[in-house]
């Protein structure tokens, strides 16, 4: 499995390194919180950040979760893994227990290695005992469109099974090489897939459309700063950081219970200095 830069998600404040390479650190983690802050407090007053399209939720709230979701699961791959960093933060800014199994180089339900994901994925959503599943496409969502539906029919039945309701994300636009090039029409076929399972799946999933953060194509600089990782596939912080206003608020609107915290609380909590966000 190939994603450049992949490597394990490290704690923040674990870089190593000289003591002057340290306060360099510290010093540009400081401005890049200050800088995430200003930036989420202004999109916060301002609504959903760069909307570049209505994002679609498919099915109502369902169940008792529909109050607010008390435990929150996140699945996908190493895009996904630098997304649950900020999510993670507020998430726990706002009363929320959040668990990510977002893996580098997989995480996928279907297409290559999904196999391998299956055997335990099962069990893992139960021992998480969530309310609320979120699964990012991922990049490795490759295969025809029976494949695709049947994956994503698999998973919904795997978390209805577990008690909780199932949240289809799309993932951002990717920058492709020769390694995606080959597999770009089953990608740009997943998120229709997904939104057909959600449609019918009678309120026990629903589905959202990320173009409002990332818009239809990559897009590496964004408000004069880094929002895409160089590599053309993964997220720089502030990326995530508006990746995690637009969908605390799409959440906030499926569960009518649910008010994300205001940014301030978690954009300066260190996560933007961990060594998971590469080529920003």
């Not at 360099?24 to 800088?35: F, S």
């Not at 998480?128 to 994503?152: F, H, K, M, S």
């Not at 209805?160 to 090039?181: H, M, N, Q």
């Not at 997904?194 to 629903?206: P, T």
Request: glycine fraction near 14%; charge should be positive; include cysteine.
């Amino acid at each position: 499995m190939r994603h450049n830069g992949d490597m394990p998600v490290e704690a923040p404040g674990q870089l190593g390194g000289t003591v002057g390479a340290m306060t360099v650190t510290m010093t540009t983690t400081r401005t890049l919180a200050l800088g995430l802050a200003a930036l989420l407090l202004t999109a916060a007053c301002a609504g959903t950040p760069d909307a570049s399209g209505t994002p679609d939720a498919s099915g109502p709230p369902a169940g008792p979760g529909a109050s607010g979701p008390a435990r929150v699961l996140f699945l996908g791959d190493s895009v996904a893994a630098g997304e649950a960093l900020p999510l993670a933060a507020a998430f726990e800014a706002g009363g929320v227990a959040f668990t990510s199994l977002a893996a580098d180089g997989g995480g996928n339900v279907v297409g290559p290695f999904a196999d391998r994901n299956w055997e335990k994925l099962p069990g893992r959503i139960a021992a998480a005992r969530p309310t609320v599943v979120i699964y990012q496409l991922t990049t490795y969502d490759w295969g025809g469109p029976g494949e695709q539906r049947a994956a994503y029919d698999r998973l919904l039945a795997t978390v209805s099974g577990a008690g909780a309701k199932l949240v289809l994300l799309t993932s951002p636009p990717i920058r492709p090489d020769d390694f995606y090039r080959p597999h770009l029409a089953d990608l740009n076929r997943a998120p229709g897939v997904a939104r057909k399972v959600a449609a019918a799946s009678a309120g026990r999933a629903a589905f959202l459309d990320a173009a409002a953060v990332w818009g239809g194509a990559y897009r590496r600089v964004r408000d004069g700063m880094p929002d895409r990782s160089a590599d053309g596939i993964h997220t720089c912080p502030q990326g995530a950081a508006r990746f995690t206003v637009w969908l605390l608020k799409e959440l906030a609107k499926l569960y009518p219970g649910f008010t994300p915290p205001p940014p301030r609380s978690w954009a300066g909590a260190g996560w933007s200095a961990d060594r998971h966000f590469t080529g920003c």
